[in-house]
């Protein structure tokens, strides 16, 4: 089982580079999110998607675009990189149209942009 | 800005002794949940609190939830080494959990 899949785990941009993250989960979860993490900050949300169809934007979506493509797969685009946007990004996925279940993340990715 | 806080941000013990990580919220909280990310890995979930003055254990963890539902506790008693890494609250005050800032545990041998 392989849970949520995120790729790829390691990427260095240059300034003004775009790139897409992608991630897909096989548990049948309506809802999944993308995270980053920098050092005191913690985990803040980036977008999430409640369900197939439908994306939100979280606490931090200035540089960011999201795509669910399917109930599986919901991938982060950066359109234009910045060395701001360094930092660990963690896709996450939740059971169907709940909120108060665990939330399952995905071995992350970190991100580099010079 | 940050919508759950947690104290400290870092915490270093010796083996045996206990630890205690806070989480704070400006606003009530449906519910909470406590995750555990080793270094280098993802978060883990732990558990999730959802009633007034709950307290849940689990072997050498305890966890609880504020009368108020604004704050949430994570103590462990006699620390081991594989206790290390960052432990997160992430609450819910709205439609969404936030995640509190984390606190890191270094475990001295």
């Known amino acids: 089982n392989a849970g949520v899949t995120q790729t790829p785990k390691f990427q260095v941009l240059k300034t003004g580079q775009s790139m897409t993250l992608q991630c897909a989960q096989d548990?049948?979860?309506?809802?999944m999110y993308w995270y980053r993490q920098d050092p005191g900050m913690g985990l803040r949300l980036i977008y999430y998607?409640?369900?197939?169809?439908?994306?939100d934007k979280g606490e931090v979506p200035n540089g960011y675009n999201v795509s669910r493509l399917n109930k599986r797969e919901f991938s982060l685009r950066l359109e234009s990189a910045a060395p701001s946007q360094t930092s660990v990004y963690f896709c996450?996925?939740?059971?169907?149209?709940?909120?108060?279940?665990?939330?399952?993340f995905g071995q992350g990715t970190r991100l580099t942009v010079v | 800005g940050q919508q759950v806080m947690q104290i400290p941000q870092y915490q270093h013990v010796q083996e045996g002794e206990d630890f205690t990580t806070y989480c704070n919220s400006s606003?009530?909280?449906?519910?909470i949940q406590w995750y555990k990310q080793r270094p280098g890995g993802h978060p883990v979930f732990l558990i999730q609190?959802?009633?007034?003055?709950e307290v849940k254990k689990q072997k050498r963890l305890t966890f609880q939830f504020g009368e108020a539902k604004k704050n949430s506790s994570l103590h462990i008693t006699a620390t081991q080494t594989t206790d290390v890494g960052t432990y997160f609250c992430?609450?819910?005050?709205?439609?969404?959990?936030?995640f509190g800032t984390g606190t890191s545990l270094t475990v001295i041998p």
């Open positions: 609190l959802v009633k007034s003055g």
């Open positions: 606003t009530t909280l449906s519910n």
């Open positions: 996450a996925s939740r059971p169907t149209g709940m909120v108060n279940t665990e939330a399952f």
């Open positions: 548990m049948n979860h309506n809802s």
């Open positions: 992430a609450g819910r005050p709205g439609n969404q959990f936030y």
């Open positions: 998607s409640a369900s197939e169809g439908t994306t």
